[in-house]
DNA sequence: TTCTAATTTAAGGTTGGCGTAAGGTCGCCT
DNA sequence: AGGCGACCTTACGCCAACCTTAAATTAGAA
């Protein structure tokens, strides 16, 4: 289970031969999800709607050359590119003038050099570091801030403790749906979670007094007898 | 007057016929300052007596390789590294891994892709527009430069040590929210970090003699029990 | 080499989150 | 209405996680 297999490839190339060559290479490393173009134009169409993850653009195109393609798909997106060149056509473009492509490679080509080229940036762009984060969220009169493990209500802070914490993130992952207390000790204490139902309840109790105006009177983390519980969605 | 013909590059590379070579394409091109070393101990020496400012590491080296003096160079620079490698020997490590080397090429290679690729290190390493230089900020009572690594507070001047702003570096970078002690022994002692946590609190004390007003009530880098560490967010 | 500073190891001390338990309250069902 | 089971509430003691200090070791510089 690769996450990085799972990612959107979009190919543009005007000669088919290399095109299809290249569509083989990524399928035979596992790669499934391959947009292809032959031109400037299907390629920015399908920057915008599918919007790939990484484009491998060709520097010679009939109706536009790579360069303003780039040009064109930064107007609106940042998403990481990688030139195929003619040996000496453009490299001092290429390198020279940063452009904000991130690689390049020299036709003609090994396959296993444009993957390994195109997996380390895949891995650079979306390493967990730059990976999307856990937001900060809304509940009733207070704010939640999950990876700050802090909740600020009434300009008062508290800070959540590591059980209360693995709670609460399982509550807001299934926010606006019932969990089970089953599932809810599954995720503070682990699989061999057993005997831990009062236990719960205590931390329930301590996550209310944070959360909730009038913790005897819980309007976010509501009790559902004999279900569970659940978080009250909001936004 | 181009200030990257400027810089001076080490070379590293076993066969004296291709360290000749490379050193012929570099001079032709205007470089100067060229350094060069048969063998890793050589090259460790000049690194530490001449800094470069960039090095082209073959993998294949007599006494230690390549990535071996990838490792030792880390421990006291952040100077780029270009890898040259023998075709698909190396390719996965060099690439798969992040080793810190910021490119590679396949041996043979023509001259002017290394140039070209040396060109771009460069001027994506030191160029001011790329420098993405690190913020001096505050923190509580103390004022921070990361890259003086030196802690200002109460009139007092305080050097952080290579450990110590390894680990304010990760907290900063996630500043407000927490980072657990496994990612905090990653960024200082890499990914086999193991059984390093006490020394971890140790060299979080240290941190907290220099930043904190007192170290033993920390406002800054604070403790979260069961979960980590957190730089507490100031604007 | 020798000296210095940085880092690691080790050992004892401290504490706050956690789990337990006991009594109370509430809602549902007959 | 009354009983029962599910859930609430509070308080307290324990102990793992964390702190603190000092001494030992290592690495770097001269």
Redesign the interface.
Known sequence: MDAIKNRKILIVEDEPEIRVMIEGFLRKEGFYRIYSAADSETALAICRSDKPDIAILDVMLPDMDGFALLTSIRQFSGMPVLFLSA??ED??R???L?LGADDYI?KPF?P??LI??L??IL??AYSP?SSE?LPVFNLGVCRV?L???TVYRADEEY?L???E?ALLLKLYENRGRIVTSDALCQAAWGDDSYGYENTLMVHVRRIREKIEADPSKPQCLQTVRGLGYKLIAKE
Chains 1, 2 share one sequence.
């Open positions: 040996r000496g490299e001092d290429l390198l020279g940063g020299v090994l296993r050099e390994l080229r997996i380390a891995k650079r570091a984060r801030d990876e700050g493990a800070p403790t590591a059980k914490h």
